[in-house]
């Protein structure tokens, strides 16, 4: 098995909504601010080979939507999925599995896009499976008006239009080594990977930790639908990832690919920070 850091871009986020109740003054010396408070957050995927499975995890923002809606983000940097994935020498149709940790348009909307004649939509990847699970998809399908505006139809409904989709069940692994843990907190049926791979076991933070910055329990998202959930789910992974010496990779992090962690005084803290390729090559 082989595990390769997939860079897609990054965008602009409100840093205050991104670090919840805690004060600028102290996430700022973390992720500095721009002039209008916004951060920038990278769009970090994981590629997994696994003998003839290619297997995607998360896909970016993709670039279909109109610049009204890229304006609000502020999708920068040189890097996207296609070039990503092009630099390692696959393509969109070497993908068998596209595995969605949750369908926030961040984290699916690559999924999706304009066919050649821009009449509509298609999946980008049309030999994969894309792979979410039946709570989530419900979730998202009849969103509440707090989350409407992060699920996006036209990155959702086509995937089940496709016939590609399938729902992965609690417990279950897509394959040998590849298990999942559920989540709540930052909305419901989020999917976290666990990847064994050379005795180790690395771990795709999705939301449940954006960034190395909000290791601290208190640190959580105001974006989050439950936050009192987030900290207990928070709680309970960072001593197992302690415990176990998980290998965090982070989705979100503008700096850190991947940690470590350490128990310490102040609680659990990151240890080491290193990239990815680092890790194994």
């Known amino acids: 098995m082989k595990l390769y850091t997939i860079n897609t871009g990054y965008f602009k986020l409100d840093g205050g909504a991104m670090f919840g109740v805690v004060p600028k003054v102290i996430w700022n010396k973390l992720i500095p601010a721009d002039e209008n408070n916004l951060c920038n957050w990278a769009l970090r995927c994981l590629l997994v080979e696994d003998g003839n499975s290619l297997t995607l995890i998360d896909n970016g923002l993709g670039n279909k939507q109109d610049e ?17 994935l092009n630099e ?55 969103p509440n008006p707090r989350e409407k ?29 590849f298990k999942v843990l ?18 180790k076991t690395i771990v795709f933070m999705a939301d449940l930790l954006p960034s190395t910055a909000h290791i601290p329990i208190p640190y959580v998202m105001g974006f989050d639908t439950r936050p009192l959930l987030t900290l207990e789910e928070k709680t309970r992974f960072l001593n197992d990832a302690a415990e176990n010496e998980y290998v965090l990779f982070f989705e979100h992090d503008p700096f850190n690919e991947c940690c470590t962690l350490q128990k310490t005084e102040k609680g659990i803290r990151v240890k080491e920070t290193f990239k990815l390729k680092d890790l194994f090559y």
């Open 88 to 142: 390692l020498g696959f393509s969109f149709d070497d993908i068998t599995d596209m595995f969605l940790t949750h369908l926030h348009f961040d984290h699916c909307g690559g999924s999706i896009k304009w066919n050649k004649d821009k009449t509509g939509y298609e999946p980008t990847f049309k030999n994969a499976t894309y792979w979410s699970n039946k709570n989530h998809w419900q979730w998202a399908t009849v």
């Open 68 to 84: 009204k809606f890229l304006g609000h983000y502020h999708l920068n940097g040189d890097d996207s999925l296609e070039k990503s």
């Open 182 to 199: 559920y989540v709540n907190g930052h909305t419901d049926g989020m999917m976290l990977p666990h990847i064994n791979v050379n005795g």
């Open 149 to 177: 505006a992060s699920f996006l139809k036209e990155n959702i409904l086509p995937i089940e239009e496709s016939g590609q989709l399938k729902f992965i069940n609690d417990g279950q692994e897509i394959y040998s080594g």
